[in-house]
């Protein structure tokens, strides 16, 4: 089952937005998971304690993270799943349209199981 952490690039307010327009979608930020201890962590820092929580990460970074599980897959090291946004596909204040789109998300996949998987987020059609 899905269930989203968004990263430090990704404003708050997306998953206060997306919690209130679906109430069954599990969606965090970064500052208020755990308290913020992951808050400057490394991209596999936090990868792996998504990992271990079951968490689907939504990240802006498509430098790092890619390499990092791309490194992952060749050594057979599991991940909870990602879920890249672009500023192509929405800029990173557009809280109304990012949370929308993770709630088409979670009405068509939100069921299944995000282990190892990785989705390309964009705008409703």
Known sequence: MLKILTDEQIDPDIAVAAKKRCRDLSILSLFDWMDGHFVGASDEEVLRETS???????SYDL????????????????????????????????????????????DVQGKLNWKNR?????PRR
């Open 52 to 58: 271990r929580q079951g968490l689907t990460l939504l």
């Open 63 to 106: 430098k790092t993270i890619p390499t990092l599980l791309r490194a992952w897959g060749e050594r057979g090291v599991d991940h909870a799943g990602v879920i890249f946004v672009d500023s192509k596909s929405f800029a990173q204040n557009d809280i109304s349209g990012i949370s929308k789109a993770l709630v088409d998300l979670w």
């Open 118 to 122: 990785c989705f390309f987020l964009t």
